[in-house]
């Protein structure tokens, strides 16, 4: 059984940091792809940023140049480095791990229906 359980998320002012952590027990990082979406009160999940089996990443535009996903394969462990963050940014950030083996296409933003384990999600809330 996969299990996702994301930590880190909190509070802070424009312009902070803060930095994710998603923990995986019955799944391999190594092998697929995993992407962090997040979803704001009253609009749909989106992508945020992915990471393949190569290590190869995308990016949603809205964070490009400010987040940075990266994995530990031997602690199975996905992270999203946000930095500069905005007020736009506050919303529930889920970790999820894709049946994609390989990012298809530069610019490629994660999609929902390729990522079929979710974890509960950690609110981030950027004050202005």
């Known amino acids: 059984q996969v299990q996702l359980v994301e930590s880190g998320g909190g509070s802070v002012q424009a312009g902070g940091s803060l930095r994710l952590s998603c923990a995986a027990s019955g799944y391999t990082y190594s092998s697929y792809c995993m992407g962090w979406f997040r979803q704001a009160p009253g609009k749909e999940r989106e992508g945020v940023a992915a990471?393949?089996?190569?290590?190869?990443?995308s990016y949603a535009d809205s964070v490009k140049g400010r987040f940075t996903i990266s994995k530990d394969n031997a602690a199975n462990t996905l992270y999203l480095q946000m930095n500069n963050l905005k007020p736009e940014d506050t919303a529930v950030y889920y970790c999820?791990?894709?049946?994609?083996?390989?990012?298809?296409?530069?610019?490629?933003?994660?999609?929902?229906?390729?990522?079929?384990?979710w974890g509960q999600g950690t609110q981030v809330t950027v004050s202005s």
């Open positions: 999820a791990a894709g049946n994609l083996r390989h990012i298809p296409a530069i610019g490629w933003v994660p999609q929902t229906r390729y990522f079929p384990y």
């Open positions: 990471i393949d089996s190569d290590g190869n990443t």
